[in-house]
DNA sequence: TCATTGTATAAGTATATTCTTATATATGCA
DNA sequence: TGCATATATAAGAATATACTTATACAATGA
């Protein structure tokens, strides 16, 4: 029977189940490259409000990603507070940039800027 | 401009959901340092033998893992020639290292020897 | 050949996941 | 205050997942 050292494998299994969804791993990556907010992400991915605040709930309960409000916003950012942080980074530093999708927002019009940062 | 090889995310996110179950994430980091056949990982993880072989499957399925037929034993191993290997590896070399289950199992007298290697 | 052992597959079930629609909550502004 | 906007939550439905039991297949050895 198998007694210790099984907490990690644990802990490691409930991030990688968490970042296996394309739609969650996305937003990861892109949170890591630019802080976001919630109707961003729905612009995004073209996904309905309660469904891209669902996703962001898991990542924000596991403590994969923080939210800090600003007005009516709030915006999503990588927590790099979180305990495992260094191995979140470490898979999504091998995912392409999603950058450009920021750039494609911007180049809509339908960024949400705070000027006033 | 460093061009990194990345992973497509959709492609990241399959891998990342295959890997994000305790017991697979457990086989895949055994068989990364030890070759192992189906009975074993029934003794490891106190699971039925359909169960174990459908996880395997979903390994072997993916690509993550390959096997080796040894009369009548299947073996498993990290298969190597794995498109996205080495992020796998990379994942992999995070968890603790489960090689004293492989010792208990000795100890035991519950691994399969081939000794005709 | 037949029985035994190791492994895979099939079918069913319980639970988990991910959407949907409807509604609640929070903030800003006229 | 009242309304609009941004976001969260609740409840339900469709689908996916991970077991179960039963059975099939493959290799070994008498």
């Not at 296996?20 to 490259?33: C, F, P, Q, W, Y």
């Not at 980074?89 to 339908?110: D, M, T, V």
Request: net charge neutral.
């Amino acid at each position: 029977m198998i007694t210790n050292e099984t907490i990690e494998l644990q802990t490691a299994a409930n991030i990688l189940k968490i970042l296996g969804d394309k739609t969650r791993l996305a937003m990861v990556k892109i949170v890591s490259e630019n802080e976001c907010c919630v109707c961003e992400f729905v612009d995004l991915f073209d996904m309905s409000q309660p469904a891209v605040s669902q996703h962001l709930r898991k990542l924000r309960d596991s403590g994969i990603v923080k939210e800090r409000r600003k007005g009516q916003w709030i915006y999503y950012s990588l927590n790099t507070s979180y305990p495992y942080y260094s191995f979140v980074l470490q898979i999504i530093k091998e995912l392409p940039s999603q950058h450009y999708r920021i750039e494609e927002l911007e180049a809509q019009g339908k960024r949400v800027t705070c000027c006033d940062e």
